[in-house]
């Protein structure tokens, strides 16, 4: 696991109804603060790299769909520096997965329908916080196909 990324299964809760699908609650002990939620899709084989945040730590879980999630550590110092974290997730593997600031991710939608992502992030969004690199560009060692 790369230094400072938490996955944590998370608990579903179904009946004849349907099912409640938690994610985060204010008594965690991992969790920082409340900025901001958020949802994003992604399409199928669509991919929404490279993305790192200087201060935002995001807390990711797909209720529906399901994502290739891939994390690069580039940060200078950290134990897990160079190395990259593959997460399948969604509503059959449902987890919440937290990355803090200063990793590079980017998804893949790989369900036959559309994945939507929810994010709590600690801080509300703000652009100059955020780097963002094409999902081709080879300074990180990870091919998309």
């Known amino acids: 696991m790369i230094e400072g990324v938490l996955v944590k299964p998370l608990k579903q809760i179904a009946d004849s109804r349907g099912k409640v699908m938690r994610m985060i609650r204010a008594d965690d002990s991992h969790f920082g603060g409340f900025g901001e939620v958020y949802f994003s899709v992604v399409n199928t084989g669509v991919v929404k790299a490279w993305k790192k945040h200087l201060r935002m730590t995001q807390n990711f879980a797909v209720p529906s769909g399901k994502i290739r999630l891939v994390i690069y550590d580039d940060r200078e110092g950290s134990k897990t520096r160079g190395q ?62």
């Open 84 to 145: 990259i974290k593959i997460i399948e997730t969604g509503e059959d593997n449902y987890a919440l997965v937290q990355i803090p600031p200063l990793l590079w991710y980017g998804f893949k939608g790989i369900s036959d329908v559309p994945a939507m992502i929810a994010n709590c992030s600690d801080i509300p969004h703000d652009p100059s916080e955020t780097e963002r690199m094409e999902d081709t560009d080879k300074r990180i060692p990870y091919d998309w196909k």
